[in-house]
């Protein structure tokens, strides 16, 4: 990936009670089909806000990505600024704004599968807790997938926590910001 002035690390402070990490998908859709999102705030998210100025600067308008997930409330701005959102995923929306998001079909931890429409075309990611979800190794699958999304000059913006593992040892992994570094810089 370019230099590692482009991706910007938003901490989080501490994190969460979350469930089994190795039954990650299907927690996530029983969670999505339950309703239950609680993590999901009622306003933007006050990194995005925060960081906005630097995430989309340059391009206008943005095609920005939201991997695994992402607050409706957060792609809703970006849509209503003229910015084109794209998701690899729509089980998970259940606000009505489907019809503004463009939709490929690709897994994430097999680059091979990326849609070539999409290759190298997406200027910025909004990742607010997807990459500290997932195991090493499926982070590495993540920032092959990227590099291959990535138009050179782009942006991304990543929420992480760090915190002592011994403390707390699982879903969210700490995301100590030299590892983040080393992996997109």
């Known amino acids: 990936m370019p230099n590692v002035s482009s991706v910007i690390i938003a901490k989080q402070e501490n994190g ?3 469930k089994d990490p190795h039954t990650y998908a299907k927690m996530w859709k029983e969670l999505w089909a339950l309703s239950d999102i609680a993590w999901h705030l009622k306003h933007r998210n006050p990194a995005l806000v925060k960081y906005d100025n630097k995430l989309i600067i340059g391009y206008n308008p943005v095609r920005i990505l939201f ?3 992402g607050k409706v409330i957060d792609m809703s701005h970006y849509w209503k600024a003229g910015h084109e959102i794209l998701k690899e995923k729509l089980w998970m929306m259940k606000e009505n704004l489907r019809s503004a998001i463009k939709y490929y079909q690709w897994q994430f931890f ?3 599968s990326v ?3 999409i290759n190298g075309t997406i ?3 909004w990742d607010r807790g997807a990459f500290g979800t997932i195991t090493e190794v499926e982070q590495h699958y993540l920032i092959n997938t990227m590099k291959k999304l990535l138009v050179p000059n782009f ?3 990543l929420l992480v926590t760090e915190f002592d593992d011994s403390q707390f040892n ?3 992994y700490s995301q100590p910001e030299e590892k983040v ?3 997109f810089g």
């Open 110 to 112: 097999n680059f091979e």
């Open 123 to 125: 200027d910025c990611v």
């Open 181 to 183: 570094r080393n992996y």
């Open 16 to 18: 969460g009670s979350v």
């Open 115 to 117: 849609n070539p429409l």
């Open 155 to 157: 942006r991304y913006l």
């Open 67 to 69: 991997p695994f997930r």
């Open 170 to 172: 699982r879903v969210p």
